[in-house]
């Protein structure tokens, strides 16, 4: 499983997720601000 690290364009907060947290936070938003973000949020 791949970890990816997940920085939201709005609040900044950097967080590392898995393939499953990546999925769920491409379709509900930053899991802190909830701002609508897209793959390019994520580094692998």
Same mark, same amino acid.
Request: net charge negative.
């Given at each position: 499983?791949? =970890?990816? !690290? &997940?920085? *939201?364009?709005?609040? +900044? +907060?950097?967080?590392? $997720?898995?393939?499953?947290? +990546? !999925? #769920? =936070?491409? %379709? %509900? @938003? *930053?899991?802190?601000? @909830? +701002? %609508? $973000? %897209? @793959?390019?949020? &994520? #580094? $692998?």
């Amino acid at each position: 499983m791949n =970890t990816y !690290e &997940f920085t *939201c364009p709005d609040c +900044r +907060r950097a967080i590392p $997720v898995t393939d499953p947290m +990546r !999925e #769920a =936070t491409l %379709s %509900s @938003g *930053c899991p802190v601000c @909830g +701002r %609508s $973000v %897209s @793959g390019e949020h &994520f #580094a $692998v």
